[in-house]
T-cell receptor
Framework: AQKITQTQPGMFVQEKEAVTLDCTYDTSDQSYGLFWYKQPSSGEMIFLIYQGSYDEQNATEGRYSLNFQKARKSANLVISASQLGDSAMYFC?????????????FGQGTRLTINP | GAVVSQHPSWVICKSGTSVKIECRSLDFQATTMFWYRQFPKQSLMLMATSNEGSKATYEQGVEKDKFLINHASLTLSTLTVTSAHPEDSSFYIC????????????FGDGTRLSIL
């Protein structure tokens, strides 16, 4: 069963606009973590933001914020004031499991294109 | 901080050759490293979890004898693709985690493997 679902294969946004990338997850664990990574065409995976399941406030990192709705099991990434350099693949991931066996499960990804 | 170095970044070799990929944590110790495989336009698929000083834990469907993993020190894990064939051509990327449950996995820049 798919544990991380990203329903937007591609998104096209005008420069300087805000964009929301959707992510829903499925887990029966009480303790888990949610991550967003950016993958440019060069291939490296760049960590953007983290949200813990017990965190009461939404995580923010500069232009990135995470809209965490626990009851709905969603963890959408919001990028404010988009820039041309934001064009990339974006992956939502979940870490679950006991302390020593934590693995990341990735969603299918969303390809974001910022238009000038 | 938390830099992961992966080498080589690109490999082209003949069918039947064995290829070794190195993953190093440069400024932290990692008892656990992860190896992923990514096909074009797809998500990252976890192949195995590499544990320092013990055997790797392979995901279902991943051939242990095909993808040999060695994690001999706290800063180095290697993946050897034995007797590589064209179907092994892919993007391989490693990650390492600082041993704190809230820390993200930090990724190397990946290795593009092409088997002729």
């Amino acid at each position: 069963a798919q544990k991380i679902t990203q329903t937007q294969p591609g998104m096209f946004v005008q420069e300087k606009e805000a964009v929301t990338l959707d992510c829903t997850y499925d887990t029966s664990d009480q303790s888990y973590g949610l991550f967003w990574y950016k993958q440019p065409s060069s291939g490296e995976m760049i960590f953007l933001i983290y949200q813990g399941s017990y965190d009461e406030q939404n995580a923010t990192e500069g232009r990135y914020s995470l809209n965490f709705q626990k009851a709905r099991k969603s963890a959408n990434l919001v990028i404010s004031a988009s820039q041309l350099g934001d064009s990339a693949m974006y992956f939502c991931a979940m870490r679950e499991g006991i302390q020593g066996a934590q693995k990341l499960v990735f969603g299918q990804g969303t390809r974001l294109t910022i238009n000038p | 901080g938390a830099v992961v170095s992966q080498h080589p970044s690109w490999v082209i070799c003949k069918s039947g050759t064995s290829v070794k990929i190195e993953c190093r944590s440069l400024d932290f110790q990692a008892t656990t490293m992860f190896w992923y495989r990514q096909f074009p336009k797809q998500s990252l698929m976890l192949m195995a979890t590499s544990n320092e000083g013990s055997k790797a834990t392979y995901e279902q469907g991943v051939e242990k004898d095909k993808f040999l993993i060695n994690h001999a020190s706290l800063t180095l894990s290697t993946l050897t693709v034995t007797s590589a064939h064209p179907e092994d051509s892919s993007f391989y990327i490693c990650s390492a985690r600082v041993d704190n449950s809230n820390q993200p996995q930090h990724f190397g820049d990946g290795t593009r493997l092409s088997i002729l």
